[in-house]
Nanobody, 127 residues
Framework: QVQLEESGGGSVQAGVSLILSCAAS????????MEWFRQAPVKEREGVAT???????SYADSVKGRFTISKDNAKNTLYLQMNSLKPEDTAIYYC?????????????????????WGKGTLVTISS
């Protein structure tokens, strides 16, 4: 079992930066694929970024060049650095992990079906 808790969301103006954190606890030693996905009102859920056990990352085209996913294994924490935020980035952001996913499937194209996810943190961007 893995428990996840996101933090760092808030209401900011377009153009600024935010850093989201996701603290993992429980059976974290076997954590393999970690990701951020988001859910905006009246939009489909979207995979934002993934990072696998060797640090390989992937990003949605909508955030590429603006967002950076990273992790601190010693702190069991996942991060999402979000720069140049836009109103269309407004959403609830969730972190998720999967301990069984093969490396080829730790990618935003396969963001769905992760084993564990947190309750989310709301990010609101005003123009």
């Amino acid at each position: 079992q893995v428990q996840l808790e996101e933090s760092g969301g808030g209401s900011v103006q377009a153009g600024v930066s935010l850093i989201l954190s996701c603290a993992a606890s429980g059976d974290t030693h076997s954590t393999y694929c970690m990701e951020w996905f988001r859910q905006a009102p009246v939009k489909e859920r979207e995979g934002v970024a993934t990072i696998d056990s060797d640090g390989t990352t992937s990003y949605a085209d909508s955030v590429k060049g603006r967002f950076t996913i990273s992790k601190d294994n010693a702190k069991n924490t996942l991060y999402l650095q979000m720069n140049s935020l836009k109103p269309e980035d407004t959403a609830i952001y969730y972190c998720a992990v999967d301990t069984t996913r093969l490396s080829g499937y730790c990618h935003v194209d396969y963001y769905y079906g992760m084993e564990y996810w947190g309750k989310g943190t709301l990010v609101t961007i005003s123009s």
